[in-house]
Structures are given as C-alpha cells and as structure tokens.
C-alpha cells in the first residue's frame, strides 16, 4: 500500500512555471513506478510523464516533452513535475500515481495507487 499526497498546485501566467511534488507513504516507494496524469474540465485523465524506479527511465506526453521534467527522490519518498512554459490547455487537476513494479506510459488503468490532485490554472 502507498499513500499519495500531491503539492505545489497554483496560480501561473502563461509561460510561467510550476513544480508539482508527490510525498508517498510506505517503506517500498522505490519499489513503484511514478507518474502524473492530467484532467481538465470536462476531460479524461491522461497521461503526463512517468518514471521508473530506479529513475533510469523516464517517459513523456509527447505534448509535454522538452517542457516538463519528472524526478523522484526515493530517500525522500517524493516525486516531483517540473513544468515550464505552461500553456492555458494544461489547466487541470494534476493526478500524482503510483504502481508496484514497472512503468507504463499510457493509460491511467496501468496504474494503482492515487492521490487527490492538485489544480494547476495557467492565465493568459
């Protein structure tokens, strides 16, 4: 079992930046492949970026690449989305995710363990 719990939602102006944080219970976080998921009003959830483990892997929404960095710090039990040069489409809810073993990098029902969210708002 992990426990998820995102941060660092907020308030950014377009081309502005944001570092989303995922603090994660348990004492097998380094067991779990990370990711982050998106839902926008009226929208399905999809998928942001993942990353493996050990952190030698990781993978992107090809409309976020070059723009957006996931990390983990598995001594820290954390996660973390470095988003820069936001656009007003990527105003959503931003899911953190966790599942034991493997990464996938697609669809949401790869993934077991959620948290609440955190809402991101880009202004234009």
């Known amino acids: 079992q992990v426990q998820l719990v995102e941060s660092g939602g907020g308030l950014v102006q377009v081309g502005g930046s944001l570092r989303l944080s995922c603090a994660a219970s348990?004492?097998?976080?380094?067991?779990?492949?990370m990711a982050w998921f998106r839902q926008g009003a009226g929208n399905e959830r999809v998928f942001v970026a993942a990353?493996?483990?050990?952190?030698?892997?990781?993978c992107y929404a090809d409309s976020v690449k070059g723009r957006f960095t996931i990390s983990r710090d598995n001594a820290r039990n954390t996660v973390h989305l470095q988003m820069d040069k936001l656009k007003p489409e990527e105003t959503a809810v931003y899911y953190c995710a966790a599942r034991q073993w493997g990464l996938g990098c697609d669809s949401d029902r790869q993934y077991t363990y959620w948290g609440q969210g955190t809402q991101v708002t880009v202004s234009s």
């Open positions: 990353i493996s483990w050990g952190s030698d892997v990781t």
């Open positions: 348990g004492r097998t976080f380094s067991r779990y492949g």
